[in-house]
């Protein structure tokens, strides 16, 4: 996506559809049950704007990626908790992230990125990179204020995340007040373990 720079006002409208209507149809069907053809007829355009933009569908398909992942973490990453008592400050960000992650759409997003890992596992790398692991970072730059262990925000990342999410992806969420009651088990947790 190097020429994105050089695009006319018209040109990064094309590719915002491009973006959006390749998110929309990679949720619903899989990287490789979508053709360019497909969401050319969908957005508009021609071929030429996607291999032209992106390079090809794979191109594409982590533009679509990288998007994403900023968007989920995005309120994560845009919160200032200032000067708060660690409980506090982790259940924040625990119910921060949770109300993203449990969202319809990242859970789509969730089963995309598994079901790809294979075929583009540095896809998959970067997504880590920026996705788990932004997240644990913030939750790191929090936990350490207190507590002086960093690796406690590894674990209390992946235990606030891993039931919540894997029951929303097997179609079994959990109810409103059961993640809050998860929120609070996990903080208590890290509270005694600090």
């Known amino acids: 996506m190097s020429e994105r720079a050089t695009l006319t006002a018209r040109g990064l409208a094309r590719q915002e559809a491009l973006i959006e209507t390749a998110t929309d149809l990679f949720l619903g069907k899989g990287f490789d049950a979508v053709s360019v053809d497909e969401i050319v007829a ?12 992106f390079g090809n569908k794979t ?3 982590t533009a679509v990626v990288e998007r994403m992942s900023q968007e989920f973490l995005s309120p994560l990453d845009q919160l200032v908790l200032g000067p708060v008592d660690l409980e506090i400050g982790l259940q924040i960000l625990g119910r921060t992230l949770l109300g993203q992650l449990l969202t319809p759409k990242h859970i789509a997003f969730q089963r995309m990125v598994i079901a ?3 075929q583009f596992p540095d896809l998959m790398t970067h997504w880590y990179e920026v996705g788990p692991r932004r997240s644990q970072s913030i939750f790191r730059s929090q936990i350490e204020k207190s507590s002086g262990a960093p690796e406690l925000a590894v674990l209390f990342h992946d235990m606030l995340v891993t039931e919540p999410v894997t029951r929303a992806m097997m179609g ?3 109810a409103a007040e059961d993640v809050e009651a998860h929120i609070q088990s996990a903080v208590r947790l890290v509270i005694s373990g600090v």
């Open 172 to 174: 079994r969420p959990m």
């Open 116 to 118: 790809s890992s294979v």
């Open 42 to 53: 969908a957005a508009g355009g021609s071929k030429t704007n996607i291999y032209r933009q």
């Open 59 to 61: 191109g594409l398909f």
